[in-house]
C-alpha cells in the first residue's frame, strides 16, 4: 500500500493503457485493486446476476467473508465522476 501511493499515478496509467489489472496488497494480503473500465463493467454484470455476490448476500461455505461495508454517517452530496487524464511512460522513459 505504500509503495502504491507513492506511485499511484504510474499504476492508474498502467491499468488505463495495457488492461493489466494491479492489486494493492498490505503484508501481502490482497486488499483491493486496479482494473479496466472494462473489467469493472464485467464485473458490475456478473455480480447483477449473482445474488450470492452482492454485499449482504449468503457466502457459500469455504469462501472468506467479504469485509463489512461501513456505516452511513449521515447523507452525503452525490460525488462527480472522477476525471483522470494521465499518460503510460514505461519504466525507464524519458522526454
Same mark, same amino acid.
Given at each position: /500500500?505504500?509503495? %502504491? +501511493? %507513492?506511485?499511484? %499515478? ?8 495495457? &488492461? ?5 496488497? =498490505?503484508?501481502?494480503?490482497? /486488499? %483491493?485493486?486496479? !482494473?479496466?473500465? *472494462?473489467?469493472?463493467?464485467?464485473? *458490475? ?5 449473482? @445474488?450470492?455476490?452482492? !454485499? &449482504?448476500?449468503?457466502?457459500?461455505? &469455504? ?6 461495508? +461501513?456505516?452511513?454517517? &449521515?447523507?452525503?452530496? @452525490?460525488?462527480?465522476? /472522477? ?6 511512460? @514505461?519504466?525507464?522513459?524519458? =522526454?
Amino acid at each position: /500500500m505504500t509503495e %502504491a +501511493r %507513492a506511485e499511484f %499515478a504510474d499504476l492508474v496509467n498502467r491499468v488505463a493503457y495495457t &488492461g493489466e489489472p494491479v492489486k494493492l496488497t =498490505r503484508r501481502g494480503k490482497v /486488499m %483491493a485493486a486496479l !482494473v479496466s473500465p *472494462e473489467d469493472l463493467e464485467l464485473l *458490475e454484470a456478473i455480480r447483477a446476476q449473482r @445474488p450470492d455476490l452482492q !454485499v &449482504g448476500g449468503t457466502v457459500p461455505p &469455504g469462501q472468506p467473508s467479504r469485509p463489512a461495508e +461501513r456505516p452511513s454517517r &449521515g447523507p452525503a452530496a @452525490p460525488s462527480p465522476p /472522477m476525471r483522470i487524464a494521465a499518460e503510460y511512460r @514505461p519504466p525507464g522513459f524519458s =522526454r
